[in-house]
């Protein structure tokens, strides 16, 4: 068997792809054994924890029973003493965040995305997968600043380009609600929010809010936000410089705004304001979301 050791002169790919699919690939390898690494630990700790069914972990971890026995025995356990009861302290505390751990795994998104976002740049859950690619990158140059590239790499620069890549997600993931939800869907899921916050009784909502807003004429505007009742978001403004037609898209970022508004004020809410948590559930809620988990005997 011979070794090609050079690129095809007909490869149609260029180099920096070439690099970008290696990066993923060693990115993938890294991760893999830190992954295998926790899962031990973790296996461990649930083990000691009193989940001494090998069936059940192996189907949690969604691995064989034979891996469970090895990281079982990786970390000490003898599982013939099933009876035992855990002395001491649990293995999977976890580890501070890694920078060069986040970059291995910004690169395996950033491989996934890009090509994704190359066939159709237009789908919403596309960019947003992109922005939280980035998010991992700027995550890790949070954690070790590459200083040595020039100024504008420390935490004071680098945070606010996580911050942004943040609610790029968030506007992406409107973005495709809008287009996926009706209005009455919408309005119900605001009122519902908005009824669960007060129901804590430890948090603030915002109802509505007068901005005035200066546009690129110079000139300054009132607009109003607000509830039509339903939960449904309105907008008048005082000038024929903004329109009040709201849309589904309008509707979630108004409300996203309001909420990270009520988060402001409720930071700052006296005791007074507070009442004790109730014991039962806001009427109306919806069973919980569950997600089922193949068994190991499927593998």
Do not use: F
């Given at each position: 068997?011979?070794?090609?050791?050079?690129?095809?002169?007909?490869?149609?790919?260029?180099?920096?792809?070439?690099?970008?699919?290696?990066?993923?690939?060693?990115?993938?390898?890294?991760?893999?054994?830190?992954?295998?690494?926790?899962?031990?630990?973790?296996?461990?700790?649930?083990?000691?924890?009193?989940?001494?069914?090998?069936?059940?972990?192996?189907?949690?971890?969604?691995?064989?029973?034979?891996?469970?026995?090895?990281?079982?025995?990786?970390?000490?356990?003898?599982?013939?003493?099933?009876?035992?009861?855990?002395?001491?302290?649990?293995?999977?505390?976890?580890?501070?965040?890694?920078?060069?751990?986040?970059?291995?795994?910004?690169?395996?998104?950033?491989?996934?995305?890009?090509?994704?976002?190359?066939?159709?740049?237009?789908?919403?859950?596309?960019?947003?997968?992109?922005?939280?690619?980035?998010?991992?990158?700027?995550?890790?140059?949070?954690?070790?600043?590459?200083?040595?590239?020039?100024?504008?790499?420390?935490?004071?620069?680098?945070?606010?380009?996580?911050?942004?890549?943040?609610?790029?997600?968030s506007h992406q993931a409107h973005q495709a609600l809008a287009a996926v939800a009706d209005r009455a869907e919408l309005a119900a899921a605001a009122e519902f929010r908005r009824r669960g916050l007060l129901h804590s009784g430890r948090n603030a909502v915002a109802d509505a809010v007068t901005l005035t807003v200066t546009v690129p004429t110079g000139e300054t505007v009132t607009v109003d936000l607000g509830s039509d009742g339903t939960g449904w978001t309105t907008m008048a403004g005082g000038s024929d410089l903004v329109g009040d037609a709201v849309g589904p898209l309008d509707h979630l970022e108004v409300q996203a705004a309001f909420q990270i508004l009520a988060q402001v004020v409720t930071r700052h809410l006296t005791e007074r304001a507070i009442v004790p948590r109730p014991t039962e559930a806001l009427p109306g809620t919806p069973p919980p979301r569950t997600r089922h988990l193949p068994s190991s005997d499927q593998h």
């Open positions: 068997m011979t070794e090609h050791n050079e690129p095809s002169e007909d490869n149609e790919h260029s180099e920096p792809e070439r690099i970008t699919a290696l990066a993923a690939l060693i990115g993938w390898a890294e991760r893999r054994e830190r992954i295998a690494s926790d899962r031990a630990d973790l296996v461990s700790d649930a083990w000691r924890t009193g989940t001494r069914s090998i069936m059940e972990l192996a189907r949690c971890a969604r691995v064989s029973r034979d891996t469970i026995y090895a990281d079982l025995a990786a970390r000490g356990v003898e599982v013939s003493r099933r009876g035992e009861r855990h002395i001491g302290p649990l293995t999977g505390r976890g580890a501070p965040l890694d920078a060069e751990s986040v970059r291995a795994v910004s690169r395996i998104a950033d491989a996934v995305t890009r090509p994704a976002y190359a066939h159709d740049p237009a789908d919403p859950v596309t960019r947003a997968a992109l922005a939280a690619s980035g998010a991992l990158g700027a995550v890790a140059d949070v954690l070790d600043p590459p200083v040595d590239q020039g100024p504008g790499w420390d935490p004071k620069d680098t945070l606010p380009h996580l911050a942004e890549r943040g609610q790029t997600v």
